[in-house]
Nanobody, 119 residues
Framework: QVQLVESGGGLVQAGGSLRLSCAAS????????MGWFRQAPGKVHEFLTS????????YYADSVKGRFTISRDDAKSTVYLQMNSLKPEDTAVYYC????????????WGQGTQVTVSS
């Protein structure tokens, strides 16, 4: 069973950058599709981006396309989210999630890390 721990959140000014990390423990990380989601107060859970097990398939929500970049390092069992040109509306709790092979939805979630963008 994979377990996920996010880090790298914090307070940043609009226009700034942050890089989130999601460290996985357990076996089979390299076989999982990994993704990032966020939830702002009073808003629904929002998909941001995902990367397939081999890195061949990457998807971004329109809200972050061109500003955020997902990557993975299987040797470190870690997935990253590089966030550039941050906006106040990016303020949210950010979660990483793991989707096992042959499944269509994430099964494993991290505890979340807060990102706050000041104007």
């Amino acid at each position: 069973q994979v377990q996920l721990v996010e880090s790298g959140g914090g307070l940043v000014q609009a226009g700034g950058s942050l890089r989130l990390s999601c460290a996985a423990s357990g076996r089979f990380f390299s076989t999982y599709t990994m993704g990032w989601f966020r939830q702002a107060p009073g808003k629904v859970h929002e998909f941001l981006t995902s990367i397939s097990w081999n890195g061949d398939n990457i998807y971004y929500a329109d809200s972050v396309k061109g500003r955020f970049t997902i990557s993975r390092d299987d040797a470190k069992s870690t997935v990253y989210l590089q966030m550039n040109s941050l906006k106040p509306e990016d303020t949210a709790v950010y979660y990483c999630a793991a989707t096992p092979p042959s499944e269509s939805r994430p099964r494993i979630w991290g505890q979340g890390t807060q990102v706050t963008v000041s104007s």
